[in-house]
């Protein structure tokens, strides 16, 4: 029978693994140097996610199920986004007409309101630039993203997660 100590250890040292894996299958890189910078920063990584309470999180399966989901539509709206950022950028007039919106969430959980404003920066052409309780603060370059953001499809998607 494994010890306590040795228990808490398991969800360390099984994201330290998945670090070093996926350090070295994207590296590509095999010389002494870079394996130990990769060792070192994957250690780091590892002890700065313990210290932030990473490990501590207590995330519902249904929300591990929901997250494919939320990841194809996050990545269907960065697309669609880039295209839109590319053309205003290409257009002669560049028609940009930058705007403030502020969003109100009813996120209840700071993780939720975390991924919510991160989900909205990921998309070109919008920043959550200031968040504080349940509102957020948006910079959008054109009207119409502010528009599309009032519509609250990203808070929509981030509250099917479940996550409050």
Do not use: Y
């Not at 250890?9 to 894996?21: D, E, F, K, T």
């Not at 309470?53 to 669609?80: C, D, H, N, S, Y």
């Not at 502010?146 to 996550?163: C, D, I, P, S, Y």
């Amino acid at each position: 029978m494994p010890r306590r100590g040795t228990l808490k250890l398991l969800p360390l040292l099984g994201l330290i693994l998945i670090l070093l894996l996926s350090w070295t299958l994207w590296s590509g890189m095999f010389k002494p140097l870079l394996l130990w910078l990769g060792l070192f920063s994957c250690l780091l990584s590892a002890w700065l996610a313990r210290r932030m309470g990473f490990f501590r999180l207590q995330l519902p399966l249904r929300t591990l199920l929901r997250l494919p989901a939320f990841w194809l539509w996050l990545l269907r709206e960065v697309i669609k986004s880039s295209l839109e950022v590319a053309r205003i950028v290409l257009s002669p007039s560049l028609p940009v007409s930058p705007t403030l919106v502020t969003l109100t969430t009813d996120e209840s959980t700071e993780s939720g309101k975390v991924i919510l404003g991160n989900a909205i920066t990921l998309s070109p052409g919008t920043v959550t630039i200031d968040m504080h309780e349940d509102t957020l603060q948006v910079h959008c370059l054109t009207r119409e993203a502010a528009q599309a953001l009032q519509e609250q499809e990203a808070q929509r998607q981030t509250a099917r997660l479940g996550l409050g």
